[in-house]
């Protein structure tokens, strides 16, 4: 059974920083393309950033570029989102998704993801 939980979420002022963990089990976890996810209230869920199989290729969201870094520790099976100069709009919550695929294009497309985390929730305040 895959499971994958996320956690490190919480209430951060503007300009502050969160790391944001996901701890994936019951999957080949070196395998796969690894993403974070965001949905904010009343929005539709856009894609923050992806990693490759091996962390040689990372790719960012327009809106997240320069400010979060995403990485990942094959040996603890865990994927991290570090999150610099949070804005308000930042606030969502935030999902770990696993994919095969290993195209940069791919890595984009929430419908290319196979397993999915329930969320840990950001909150920047203003």
């Known amino acids: 059974q895959v499971q994958l939980v996320e956690s490190g979420g919480g209430l951060v002022q503007a300009g502050g920083s969160l790391r944001l963990s996901c701890a994936a089990s019951?999957?080949?976890?070196?395998?796969?393309?690894m993403g974070w996810f965001r949905q904010a209230p009343v929005k539709e869920r856009e894609f923050v950033a992806a990693i490759s199989w091996t962390g040689s290729g990372t790719y960012y969201g327009d809106s997240v570029k320069g400010r979060f870094t995403i990485s990942r520790d094959n040996a603890k099976n865990t994927v991290y989102l570090q999150m610099n100069s949070l804005k308000p709009e930042d606030t969502a919550d935030y999902y770990c998704a696993a994919t095969s695929y290993y195209s940069g294009g791919a890595a984009r497309q929430q419908d290319k993801y196979d397993f999915w985390g329930q969320g840990t929730q950001v909150t920047v305040s203003s």
């Open positions: 019951g999957l080949a976890f070196s395998t796969y393309t």
